[in-house]
C-alpha cells in the first residue's frame, strides 16, 4: 500500500463506531475475540469482520502463539493518521497565532479607517 | 464556561471535508476585521515559512472576489489562491468559493473546481470562536491539500510525506 492508500485505510476502518469502541478496549491491553464481543449486542462472527477490517488496516493485530489468540492494538497507523493532519494543523495555528499577535495590537491602537457599524 | 481553543483544531467531519476550529480573545468585529480588512489580512495570512505575500486583494462582500498571491523569498516561485464571496454577513458568516493557483509549483491535481468554504464567527463574554469548514470537490483533493502540511513549502508536500511513512514503515 501507498502512504495514502495506508491513510485511507485507516480512515475507513476508523469510520464504524463498533471498531471505535474496539479500539478504545484494545487501547488498555490485548483481548479475544469473545472478550471483544462481551459488552457490543453483537454476535462473535460479526465482531470478527471488524476486526478483519481494523487488522487489514494494520491498526491491530493477533497474537498467533496463544491458544485464545489475543488481539492487540497496534499505534504505528493511528500516528500517521494524527501526523498527517498535524501538519496541516500546524499551518493553521501558525496563522491564527500571529492572528493573535495582530488582534493584540489592534486592541492597543484600535484602527480608525474601518469601524463597524451595526 | 466553555474552555478556550487557543490552538487551532482540524477535524475530518466527512470524506470531502476539513473542519477548523479556534477561539481568540477578540471581539467579534475585531476578529471579522481581521479576515476581510486586506491590509490586516495580509499580516497574519501566512504562507510557508520564507514566502511572503505580494498579492493580497479583498472585496469582501457577496459577489465580491479575492486574490491571494505569495512568493517564494528565496526561489521567486508563486502560487495563490483566488475567488468569490458568495455570502458574506457581517460580521457572523463568510462563504467562499476557493480555487487553487499553483502558478509555478505545478503539481498534479485537480484545480478546476473550487473548495467551498464555509466560516463562522460567534462571541461569548469577550471570546470570538472561528469555525470554518471547507468542502472540497472530491476526496482526492481534500487529502492533498490536507497533506501539503504547507508547513515547511509546498512543493515538498506529498514526497516528503512519502519519505516519513517510508521510514516509519522501513519500505
Same mark, same amino acid.
Given at each position: 500500500?501507498?502512504?495514502? #492508500?495506508?491513510?485511507?485505510?485507516?480512515?475507513?476502518? /476508523?469510520?464504524?463506531?463498533?471498531?471505535?469502541?474496539?479500539?478504545?478496549? /484494545?487501547?488498555?491491553?490485548?483481548?479475544?475475540?469473545? $472478550?471483544?464481543?462481551?459488552?457490543?449486542?453483537?454476535? #462473535?462472527?460479526?465482531?470478527?469482520?471488524?476486526?478483519?477490517?481494523? $487488522?487489514?488496516?494494520?491498526?491491530?493485530?493477533?497474537?498467533?502463539?496463544?491458544?485464545?489468540?489475543?488481539?492487540?492494538? $497496534?499505534?504505528?497507523?493511528?500516528?500517521?493518521?494524527?501526523?498527517?493532519? $498535524?501538519?496541516?494543523?500546524?499551518?493553521?495555528?501558525?496563522?491564527?497565532?500571529?492572528?493573535?499577535?495582530?488582534?493584540? #495590537?489592534?486592541?492597543?491602537?484600535?484602527?480608525?479607517?474601518?469601524?463597524?457599524?451595526? | 464556561?466553555?474552555?478556550?481553543? +487557543?490552538? !487551532?483544531?482540524? *477535524? %475530518?467531519?466527512?470524506?470531502?471535508?476539513?473542519?477548523?476550529?479556534?477561539?481568540?480573545?477578540?471581539?467579534?468585529? %475585531?476578529?471579522?476585521?481581521?479576515?476581510? +480588512?486586506?491590509?490586516?489580512?495580509?499580516?497574519?495570512?501566512?504562507?510557508?515559512?520564507?514566502?511572503?505575500?505580494?498579492?493580497? @486583494?479583498?472585496?469582501?462582500?457577496?459577489?465580491?472576489?479575492?486574490?491571494?498571491?505569495?512568493?517564494? +523569498?528565496?526561489?521567486?516561485?508563486?502560487?495563490?489562491?483566488?475567488?468569490?464571496?458568495? @455570502?458574506?454577513?457581517?460580521? !457572523?458568516?463568510?462563504?467562499?468559493? @476557493?480555487?487553487?493557483?499553483?502558478?509555478?509549483?505545478?503539481?498534479? =491535481?485537480?484545480?478546476?473546481?473550487?473548495?467551498?468554504?464555509? *466560516?463562522?464567527?460567534? @462571541?461569548?463574554?469577550?471570546?470570538?470562536? %472561528?469555525?470554518?469548514? =471547507?468542502?472540497? !470537490?472530491?476526496? !482526492?483533493?481534500?487529502?492533498?491539500?490536507?497533506?501539503?502540511?504547507?508547513?515547511?513549502?509546498?512543493?515538498?508536500?506529498?514526497?516528503?510525506?512519502?519519505? %516519513?511513512?517510508?521510514?516509519?514503515?522501513? +519500505?
Amino acid at each position: 500500500m501507498t502512504p495514502s #492508500q495506508r491513510l485511507d485505510a485507516t480512515f475507513a476502518a /476508523l469510520a464504524d463506531p463498533t471498531r471505535r469502541a474496539i479500539l478504545a478496549r /484494545l487501547a488498555q491491553g490485548e483481548a479475544s475475540v469473545a $472478550e471483544l464481543a462481551e459488552p457490543f449486542e453483537m454476535s #462473535q462472527p460479526a465482531i470478527s469482520k471488524h476486526l478483519k477490517v481494523l $487488522e487489514k488496516a494494520g491498526l491491530i493485530s493477533t497474537a498467533q502463539s496463544a491458544q485464545r489468540r489475543p488481539r492487540k492494538i $497496534e499505534a504505528a497507523p493511528l500516528a500517521d493518521a494524527n501526523a498527517w493532519i $498535524e501538519g496541516y494543523r500546524k499551518f493553521w495555528e501558525r496563522r491564527y497565532s500571529a492572528l493573535d499577535e495582530l488582534l493584540g #495590537q489592534l486592541q492597543v491602537a484600535p484602527p480608525k479607517s474601518k469601524r463597524i457599524r451595526h | 464556561m466553555k474552555t478556550l481553543i +487557543d490552538k !487551532a483544531q482540524v *477535524t %475530518l467531519p466527512s470524506d470531502t471535508e476539513v473542519r477548523v476550529t479556534r477561539d481568540f480573545r477578540a471581539s467579534r468585529d %475585531l476578529v471579522w476585521q481581521a479576515h476581510t +480588512d486586506p491590509k490586516l489580512v495580509r499580516r497574519w495570512m501566512l504562507g510557508p515559512p520564507g514566502w511572503s505575500m505580494p498579492v493580497c @486583494e479583498m472585496d469582501v462582500r457577496t459577489g465580491g472576489a479575492y486574490l491571494w498571491r505569495w512568493r517564494s +523569498d528565496e526561489s521567486g516561485k508563486i502560487f495563490g489562491f483566488h475567488g468569490d464571496y458568495r @455570502e458574506v454577513d457581517m460580521p !457572523a458568516k463568510i462563504l467562499n468559493a @476557493e480555487y487553487y493557483d499553483p502558478g509555478d509549483l505545478g503539481g498534479a =491535481m485537480d484545480t478546476s473546481q473550487p473548495a467551498i468554504i464555509d *466560516t463562522r464567527f460567534t @462571541e461569548r463574554d469577550g471570546i470570538t470562536s %472561528l469555525v470554518m469548514v =471547507m468542502e472540497f !470537490a472530491s476526496k !482526492a483533493i481534500r487529502d492533498a491539500t490536507v497533506s501539503t502540511g504547507m508547513t515547511d513549502g509546498m512543493e515538498m508536500g506529498y514526497q516528503r510525506l512519502d519519505k %516519513l511513512f517510508a521510514e516509519r514503515h522501513g +519500505d
